[in-house]
């Protein structure tokens, strides 16, 4: 792969942790007084393109999710499977 399309892919993978993190502290804050949550099915979602990174370590920092198995479960395969595609890409 080439320095531009490393760096486009380094900046995909900021931009939509960012935006991962962001709705996963939103649905912590919303657990706790709440308001309307996050669904999982949005968070896996952006777990899929790329933030599944922050959220694993959101998931144990913040002590969010991190007892409901189902949701686990799916973020722990989501973390494998990007790990699998980065190491035969990289």
Do not use: C, P
Not at 41 to 69: A, C, D, P, Q, S
Request: glycine letters at 4%; a positive charge; zero cysteines.
């Amino acid at each position: 792969m080439n320095g531009i399309a490393q760096n486009i892919v380094v900046l995909w993978f900021v931009f939509i942790n960012i935006i991962s993190s962001i709705l996963f502290i939103y649905d912590k804050n919303a657990a706790k007084s709440e308001n309307r949550r996050i669904s999982e099915k949005t968070l896996h979602i952006f777990e899929v393109l790329g933030g599944v990174f922050v959220n694993l370590l959101l998931m144990y920092t913040l002590r969010h999710k991190n007892r409901k198995f189902s949701y686990f479960i799916w973020t722990w395969l989501f973390l494998f499977a990007w790990l699998g595609f980065l190491l035969v890409k990289f």
